[in-house]
T-cell receptor
């Protein structure tokens, strides 16, 4: 079946511009996560959506970052006034929420470069 | 102290070798555990879950030691294709930020 898809796969933008990154989770998955991964680093949690509950935004690094999830499916991560330190791979993951474990399935990521 | 700690490596081993990675976690309330694999410039992919009784999947064996708060991954008969970064992942419970990822251990299998 179809996995998690993300678009665009690569994005180069000028410092100060806004960008939107899109994630299409696996159909039926109620949980959706955004992470970012800088070169050679681990995954940094950004935001988590679970069903219709209020999202957990505790990982967003600044108020320039926001995300929404429409209709419980597609999600968009928006970065306003991009800075060079925002350059990273932005990964989206989805999962079926389970009582004891959350096996997450990742999309291929969006590689963002801010020049 | 990091919530999930791994030796970054790299572990350089010859084909056919057995190699083991450990990962320690700080939160004793952690409930479930996973190993993910990440190839260079690719997304992480689930390798295996780690069960309390230990579990095996082909050449891969995962074990959990709750008393010492660590999990391990053993790879037998290493293949060139096993070269990747192995991420230790811990779920501390329900809700927010439930999955915490380690920074990964890099494995390089050499011919």
């Amino acid at each position: 079946g179809a996995g998690v898809s993300q678009s665009p796969s690569n994005k180069v933008t000028e410092k100060g511009k806004d960008v939107e990154l899109r994630c299409d989770p696996i159909s039926g998955h109620t949980a959706l996560y955004w992470y970012r991964q800088s070169l050679g680093q681990g995954l940094e949690f950004l935001i988590y959506f679970q069903g219709n509950s209020a999202p957990d935004k505790s990982g967003l690094p600044s108020d320039r970052f926001s995300a929404e999830r429409t209709g419980g499916s597609v999600s968009t991560l928006t970065i306003q006034r991009t800075q060079q330190e925002d350059s990273a791979v932005y990964l989206c993951a989805s999962s079926l929420a389970r009582l004891l474990g959350y096996e997450q399935y990742f999309g291929p990521g969006t590689r963002l470069t801010v020049t | 102290r990091k919530e999930v700690e791994q030796d970054p490596g790299p572990f350089n081993v010859p084909e056919g070798a057995t190699v083991a990675f450990n990962c320690t976690y700080s939160n004793s309330a952690s409930q479930s555990f996973f190993w993910y694999r990440q190839d260079c410039r690719k997304e992480p992919k689930l390798l295996m879950s780690v069960y309390s009784s230990g579990n095996e999947d082909g050449r891969f064996t995962a074990q959990l030691n709750r008393a010492s708060q660590y999990i391990s991954l053993l790879i037998r008969d290493s293949k060139l294709s096993d070269s990747a970064t192995y991420l230790c992942v811990v779920n501390i419970g329900t809700g927010r930020r439930a999955l915490t990822f380690g920074s990964g251990t890099r494995l390089q299998v050499q011919p």
